[in-house]
Nanobody, 115 residues
């Protein structure tokens, strides 16, 4: 049974930093691409970043240069380091994996960027 559990969300001031974590279980973690998505109030869920099993990374233009995705295969955890946060980064952040064409999601962690 695949489980994804996000943590690390918080209230932070503009310009601040946070690191989100997503712990996975029920999969051979190192084989799979992992992704982060976010959903702001009254908006569609959007892709933020992804990392392959070979550690290749990709980012949405809106976060490129500010966010860094990484993974620790021994801990079965993927991270999202978020720097220079802006109010428009406020959202619930979700971890994602696709297995056999099925999307799996965690419950999300709330990031609020506000002064």
């Amino acid at each position: 049974q695949v489980q994804l559990v996000e943590s690390g969300g918080d209230l932070v001031q503009p310009g601040g930093s946070l690191r989100l974590s997503c712990a996975a279980s029920g999969i051979i973690f190192s084989r799979y691409h992992m992704g982060w998505y976010r959903q702001a109030p009254e908006k569609e869920r959007e892709w933020v970043a992804a990392i392959t099993g070979g550690f290749t990374t990709n980012y949405a233009n809106s976060v490129k240069g500010r966010f860094t995705i990484s993974r620790d295969n021994a801990k079965k955890t993927v991270y999202l380091q978020m720097n220079s946060l802006k109010p428009e980064d406020t959202a619930v952040y979700y971890c994602n994996i696709v297995l056999n064409g099925v999307n799996y999601w965690g419950k999300g962690t709330l990031v609020t960027v506000s002064s």
